[in-house]
C-alpha cells in the first residue's frame, strides 16, 4: 500500500472498499459492450475502522478484515479518491455478504 491509502482509517463501523472490475473482455478475447456489461457488486476491503460503539461505551468489532471479498448494495457508499484511484466508503452494517474463497 502507498502512503495516503496507509494513512486513511476509517472511524467506527466504515470499511474502505475497493470495487472490483467490470468483466468487458470474454475469456477468447471478444469485447464486451459497455450496455452488456454487468454491474459490479463485489470488492475488496482494503482498510476497516475499530468498530460501532453500544450505549454502555462498548465497541463491536467490525464483521469483516482487510483483504476480504464482499457483496456490495446496489446503491450506497461514498465514494473517495485515494491516489487517483477509486475506492467507496461503507458501513459495515451495510454489507451484504462477505464472500468465501474456494
Known amino acids: 500500500m502507498a502512503g495516503a491509502l496507509k494513512r486513511f482509517i476509517p472511524l467506527f463501523d466504515r470499511v474502505l472498499i475497493q470495487k472490483a472490475e ?41 464483521a469483516v478484515a482487510v483483504g476480504d471479498e464482499v457483496m456490495l448494495p446496489e446503491f450506497g457508499g461514498t465514494k473517495v479518491l485515494l491516489e487517483e484511484k477509486e ?16
Do not use: C, H, M, Q
Open 87 to 102: 475506492y467507496f466508503l461503507y458501513r459495515d452494517s451495510d454489507l451484504l455478504a462477505k464472500l468465501k474463497n474456494e
Open 22 to 62: 467490470a468483466i468487458t473482455k470474454t475469456s477468447s478475447g471478444i469485447l464486451i459492450p459497455e450496455k452488456s456489461v454487468a454491474k459490479v457488486n463485489t470488492g475488496t476491503v482494503v482498510a476497516i475502522g475499530a468498530g460501532a460503539r453500544t450505549e454502555n461505551g462498548t465497541t463491536v468489532p467490525p
